[in-house]
């Protein structure tokens, strides 16, 4: 369909766009400003940036305190590290567990196909933070794990499982896993059979036709998979908060520490400002990624 | 081969048990009797009466389905319109940006869009006057961006790959456009837009930490509360909670499975 009218369509595009401008983009913007000015005691707890001085000239105050203190003090240094480190390894036990299972969906009668998907994604459509709560019901000290074990009598005193990293990493696969497995599953069920049929025939052995076929042309799946799930594990709060340990210093914890417990508005900002630079490039590799997706179809 | 395949359904089952058992377990213990959540005493209701009863869960629950409903509503006119620019409107100026804006909060972590809303509330307030305080309409404000993105993936997707020749024939049988996209476009990507709806009102329910960050003292939405509780240890009617959201959630899926069947089965495939 053309749209002929310049007007309707420019009507179409101004709305979402100048909304997620104001409400998405623009925000960035106050607070890369917020984490250059310092903070203050008041409402809202930071000195402007812009200040007239007396003189009557505007005065240009930036305050770079809040990003040396994030290099220098090694807090919050180890809490990026961390992030990352927690992020990455959780992406890729994502992919290892949801592989097969976006696979043999894939592989699945047609007619079968919708429920099994569905199977996966249901559990995201029930509450996250119940779920989570559904861990701690099971790892908790006097929790069913422990209660079985002891009435089992393997162990004559509860394990500690709650509140350590074994704890961290389950609640943030079992929760991104579905991200994993759907762009995994819209990749592999696009895969012609026959070329699998053609390796066979030349010889190779089902692995390898998995390792020279299957595996490289699920590539974009992985991917997108993969950064579904680390991108926003890198800031993850609610899981390190409830079923990590208290060492479980990750960087959104931090974030939400210095703005709800400490009121410093700043420093805050300024983590949100790093953290932001850290994750540009893969952000932007996914939108690659996701701009390709729709243009192959 | 097939030794292969059935590890691989081996795979799969591991895959559901892992994704499965917490939830059995959310509902087998809120019929437990004692209010020590985790140790069985007997089978009782009571933990469902003493929900009904909770106030402070029931006012969170209504808020929250007020938010989610306008936000979601607003959310899906939006990304339908974002949808449609970029499955339609092909390469036109600022489509990058464009394109980043809408896939961005697909990914962008919690905490950062949280911090970054609540700032420009905070310095519109300032500036404009507007908004007085923050609550109900700043949080619908920014639930109505986040899902925005998902519901536009969704409408994109449904349009990129969509048949458009009836919209073609429409054209030359002389209709204008804005008819074509109501009699044609419209009831075509219908389940879509209801698919996006539903997603993005079920976002909106679930979001902790960007309600966390935009709302003001006197507007808890039901995972602030739920979070509160559960920071202070598991209580019995959180678990009753989870199990009647479990069961309207699969009551929900199971009508939309049944619907889109009838639907297919109606468009003859």
Known sequence: ???????????????????????????????????????????????????????????????????????????YLDAYLRSVRVAGISALICLLLGYPMAYAIARAPEARRN??????????????LLRIMAWIGLLADNGVINNILLALGIVSEPVRLLYTDAALYLGIVYCYLPFMVLPLYANLVKLDPVLLEA??????????????????LSLPGILAGTMLVFIPAVGE???????????????????????????????????????????????????????RATEGR | MSRRLGRIWIALGVGYAFLYIPIALLVVLSFNDSRLVTIWTGFSFRWYVALWRNDALVNAAVLSIRIAAVAATGATVLGMAAGFALARFGAFR??????????????????????????????????????GERGLTTVTIAHTTFAT????????????????????????LGARPWQVFALITLPLIAPALAAGWLL??????????????????????????????LKLGLTPELFALATVIIVVVSAGLLLALRLGRVASARAGG
């Open chain 1, 237 to 291: 709060f609610v899981i390190p908060e409830l079923l990590g340990g208290p060492d479980a210093q990750l960087i959104g914890r931090v974030l939400w520490t210095e703005f709800f417990t400490n009121r410093d508005w700043p420093m805050a900002s300024a983590l949100a400002v790093v953290l932001l630079l850290l994750l540009v490039l893969p952000i932007a590799w996914f939108q690659h990624l996701q701009g």
């Open chain 2, 149 to 172: 993105a998902y519901v536009a993936v969704v409408v994109q997707s449904r349009l990129s790959d969509f048949d458009r020749s009836l919209e073609e024939a429409a054209l030359d």
């Open chain 1, 1 to 75: 369909m053309r749209w002929r009218a310049p007007s309707s369509r420019a009507l179409v595009l101004a709305l979402p766009f100048l909304w997620l401008g104001l409400f998405f983009l623009a925000p960035f913007l106050i607070v890369a400003k917020i984490a250059v000015s310092e903070a203050a005691l008041g409402i809202p707890p930071y000195a402007p940036v812009a200040r007239w001085t007396d003189q009557g000239a505007l005065a240009l105050v930036l305050n770079l305190e809040n990003f040396t203190l994030l290099i220098e003090d090694s807090f």
């Open chain 1, 199 to 216: 390796a066979s025939d030349l010889g190779a052995r089902p692995w390898r036709a998995f390792l020279a076929v299957t595996l490289p």
């Open chain 2, 94 to 131: 600022g489509r990058g940006l464009f394109g980043a804006m809408v896939a961005a909060p697909l990914v962008m972590p919690e905490v950062i869009t949280g911090l970054s809303l609540l700032l420009l509330f905070v310095a519109l307030a300032e500036s404009v006057g507007w908004p």
């Open chain 1, 115 to 128: 429920v099994l998907l569905l199977l996966v994604i249901l559990p995201f459509w029930t509450s996250f």
């Open chain 2, 200 to 229: 993005a009102f079920t976002l909106s329910l679930d979001d902790l930490v960007i309600a966390s960050f935009t709302s003001g003292p006197g507007a808890s939405t039901l995972p602030m509360v739920v979070f509160s509780a």
